[in-house]
């Protein structure tokens, strides 16, 4: 890795004739690419381990531009969410998500949006999704909303409220990386959740540690017992894939099926049987 000197901490900015630090550099492209629509939506596949289809994706956030393309969300997602702008990229990526699914007029696909917690408490945010789909003449069963654990540890009534309240009007719950959180798993019970996504880190260890297997395993069960759907995320490789479908995972999500890819390319794989 470069070794970071203060020339990376402050720089000149000739604009606004002030030392800016690197946050506030960011913050204000984070600002300019909201005002030129620099954000775009790319689409990870989700593969069936039964049929070995790919019906589903995953929304992930990308920034088109050329400082930032090659950068991964979690960057500047969190100074997003620091700075309350999360909330109109948020409207970005279900606007562009949702018109994803208006012009692909098969029904039967389902994409996952990730949303942010200060997104899912702000007033009327159930309202703007069914009103989204409704607009764009798309069911709500076609969208997942992907929460992570975090999500639930503040404002946990008020977060219960709103996940009720999006599955009763017929979207998908999905609790994203699975085991990584302050996870109790009393959410499973008292939550409508549909599915579970257990972390790449626990996929990523369970090659040279035998724990980690027993976790991914003991997931996948308990997953099963209450009913759910599993996803397991980030399988690299087919020993991986193997093992998963010994365990009986339901769906896996990783570069060995695709990296994420822009949504057009993506959904060129849709119902494609997929060969190992
Ligand atoms: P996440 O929701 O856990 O998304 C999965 C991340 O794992 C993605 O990183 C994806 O590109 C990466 N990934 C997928 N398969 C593999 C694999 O086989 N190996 C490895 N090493 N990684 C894999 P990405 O796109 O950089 O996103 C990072 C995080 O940023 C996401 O984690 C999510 O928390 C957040 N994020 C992305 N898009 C959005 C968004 O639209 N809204 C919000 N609120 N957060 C987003
Ligand atoms: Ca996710
Ligand atoms: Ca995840
Ligand atoms: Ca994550």
């Known amino acids: 890795a470069k070794k970071s000197s203060i020339y990376d901490i402050i720089t000149y900015d000739?604009?606004?004739?002030?030392?800016?630090?690197?946050?506030?550099?960011?913050?204000?492209?984070?600002?300019?690419?909201?005002?030129?629509?620099?954000?775009?939506?790319?689409?990870?596949?989700?593969?069936?381990?039964?049929?070995?289809?790919?019906k589903s994706f995953e929304a992930l956030l990308r920034w088109n531009n050329p400082k930032y393309l090659k950068r991964s969300p979690e960057?500047?997602?969190?100074?997003?969410?620091?700075?309350?702008?999360?909330?109109?990229?948020?409207?970005?990526?279900?606007?562009?998500?949702?018109?994803?699914?208006?012009?692909?007029?098969?029904?039967?696909?389902?994409?996952?949006?990730?949303?942010?917690?200060?997104?899912?408490?702000?007033?009327?945010?159930?309202?703007?999704?069914?009103?989204?789909?409704?607009?764009?003449?798309?069911?709500?069963s076609q969208i997942s909303i992907e929460v992570t654990e975090t999500i639930l540890v503040e404002t946990f009534d008020i977060v219960i409220e709103k996940i009720k309240s999006l599955k009763k009007a017929?979207?998908?719950?999905?609790?994203?990386?699975?085991?990584?959180?302050y996870s109790s798993l009393k959410y499973l019970k008292d939550l409508p959740i549909d599915v579970?996504?257990?972390?790449?880190?626990?996929?990523?260890?369970?090659?040279?540690?035998?724990?980690?297997?027993?976790?991914?395993?003991?997931?996948?069960?308990?997953?099963?017992e209450l009913g759910l759907t599993v996803v397991a995320e980030g399988i690299e490789n087919k020993q991986e894939l193997e093992k998963l479908k010994i365990?009986?995972?339901?769906?896996?999500?990783?570069?060995?099926i695709s990296k994420p890819v822009i949504a057009k390319e993506a959904l060129l794989k849709y119902n494609k049987t997929i060969k190992f």
Do not use: W
């Open 75 to 140: 960057e500047y997602i969190t100074l997003a969410e620091e700075s309350d702008l999360i909330v109109k990229i948020g409207d970005i990526v279900i606007e562009k998500t949702f018109e994803i699914l208006k012009d692909y007029k098969n029904k039967n696909i389902n994409i996952a949006i990730n949303i942010s917690p200060k997104q899912i408490i702000e007033q009327g945010f159930v309202n703007k999704l069914i009103l989204a789909a409704r607009k764009n003449e798309i069911e709500p």
């Open 14 to 54: 000739d604009n606004l004739k002030l030392f800016l630090t690197n946050r506030e550099i960011m913050l204000k492209d984070l600002n300019n690419a909201l005002v030129n629509d620099e954000f775009i939506i790319f689409l990870q596949p989700k593969l069936d381990l039964r049929d070995k289809r790919i």
């Open 247 to 256: 365990l009986g995972c339901d769906y896996i999500q990783g570069y060995l």
């Open 170 to 181: 017929g979207f998908s719950i999905h609790l994203d990386d699975f085991g990584t959180g």
């Open 196 to 224: 579970i996504k257990i972390d790449k880190q626990f996929i990523k260890d369970m090659s040279d540690d035998l724990k980690s297997e027993a976790i991914v395993k003991t997931m996948i069960q308990l997953t099963h």
